[in-house]
């Protein structure tokens, strides 16, 4: 058994005596608690390489997070993930699109696992205003008209960072059917989330944590190796990404730190 350090946020009470009363709740705390081993499984969702601004431009105009997934893939990937292979956690991997991941070993595992995808529902019609409709979001939401081109042929390129690509038979799934053949297999109750970006894939994609919390899992996050996405007013401060820290506390699971965690690897080894 484990016992690591956590965070946790303490939602409640709120203190109607006062002018703002969510102002009384206890807030971020901090204490330690139990982790199974062998119930727990560390999962890198959506780590990409898409390239440089050199060869795509618009892509980081319009994705100012990458950088950031960079950075982490660089500096907190490599003890976290080493830490994690030599210990008896499993480490899973949770991928999107096609095209990047088919060749790895724990591609053709998951889909022996899991059979072969069910035939998807019917598309909803599709009329001219709708058209009209998702042509605006593309280009004057996101991601800009004049960025759709790089940002299509980054994604014809994606690849995953050498410091996250999957090793031997390390589970590889596409969505949350895929990912829980893998825990049923593994016996884990408990997914760790690494990964992009904790305010939007890792909480909503398929294989993140509404996926995995419908199936009862607890769902779980390293916050030094998460980023968010941010927008204009929340990227100075990352507020976006201390806000979806904020979510998976009290919706999914728990926060961690990856130092306590490889310590906690280390003293179990």
Same mark, same amino acid.
């Given at each position: 058994?484990?016992?690591?350090k956590?965070h946790?946020?303490q939602?409640?009470?709120?203190?109607?005596a006062?002018?703002?009363?969510?102002?009384?709740?206890?807030?971020?705390?901090t204490?330690?608690?139990?982790?199974?081993? $062998?119930h727990t499984?560390?999962?890198?969702m959506?780590?990409?390489?898409l390239?440089?601004?050199?060869?795509?431009p618009?892509?980081?105009?319009?994705c100012?997070?990458?950088?950031r997934?960079?950075?982490?893939?660089?500096?907190?990937?490599?003890?976290?993930?080493?830490a994690v292979?030599?210990?008896?956690?499993p480490?899973?991997?949770?991928?999107?699109?096609r095209?990047?991941? $088919?060749?790895?070993?724990g591609?053709?595992?998951?889909?022996?696992?899991?059979?072969?995808?069910p035939?998807?529902?019917p598309?909803?019609?599709?009329?001219p205003v709708?058209?009209?409709?998702q042509?605006?979001?593309?280009?004057?939401v996101?991601?800009?008209?004049?960025?759709?081109?790089?940002?299509?042929?980054?994604?014809?390129?994606v690849?995953?960072?050498?410091?996250?690509e999957?090793?031997?038979?390390?589970?590889i799934?596409?969505?949350g059917?895929?990912?829980?053949?893998?825990c049923?297999?593994?016996?884990?109750?408990?997914?760790?989330?690494a990964?992009?970006?904790v305010?939007?894939?890792?909480?909503?994609?398929?294989?993140?944590m509404v996926?995995?919390?419908?199936?009862?899992?607890?769902?779980?996050?390293?916050r030094?190796?998460?980023?968010?996405? $941010?927008n204009?007013?929340?990227?100075?401060?990352?507020?976006?990404?201390?806000i979806?820290?904020?979510?998976v506390s009290?919706?999914?699971?728990?926060?961690f730190?990856?130092?306590?965690f490889?310590?906690?690897l280390?003293?179990l080894?």
């Amino acid at each position: 058994m484990l016992r690591l350090k956590t965070h946790y946020y303490q939602q409640f009470d709120a203190d109607y005596a006062r002018e703002v009363p969510a102002e009384g709740y206890g807030g971020w705390q901090t204490t330690e608690v139990e982790i199974s081993p $062998e119930h727990t499984a560390v999962v890198v969702m959506h780590a990409w390489d898409l390239g440089t601004p050199e060869q795509f431009p618009g892509q980081f105009r319009a994705c100012n997070c990458v950088p950031r997934t960079y950075r982490v893939c660089r500096e907190v990937f490599p003890p976290l993930l080493a830490a994690v292979r030599a210990s008896p956690i499993p480490l899973l991997h949770v991928v999107s699109g096609r095209g990047y991941y $088919e060749q790895y070993p724990g591609w053709a595992r998951t889909v022996a696992l899991a059979g072969p995808d069910p035939e998807p529902p019917p598309e909803i019609l599709k009329d001219p205003v709708y058209e009209r409709l998702q042509e605006f979001r593309r280009d004057y939401v996101f991601p800009g008209a004049h960025n759709r081109a790089d940002c299509e042929a980054a994604w014809k390129q994606v690849r995953f960072p050498q410091e996250a690509e999957p090793q031997g038979e390390e589970g590889i799934a596409r969505d949350g059917r895929q990912l829980l053949a893998l825990c049923r297999e593994a016996g884990v109750n408990h997914l760790i989330y690494a990964g992009f970006n904790v305010d939007w894939c890792l909480l909503m994609s398929p294989g993140g944590m509404v996926d995995m919390s419908r199936y009862g899992l607890i769902c779980s996050v390293f916050r030094d190796a998460v980023t968010a996405v $941010e927008n204009k007013e929340t990227a100075r401060t990352e507020l976006g990404k201390q806000i979806s820290l904020w979510q998976v506390s009290v919706g999914f699971g728990f926060v961690f730190d990856t130092e306590d965690f490889i310590a906690a690897l280390e003293r179990l080894a």
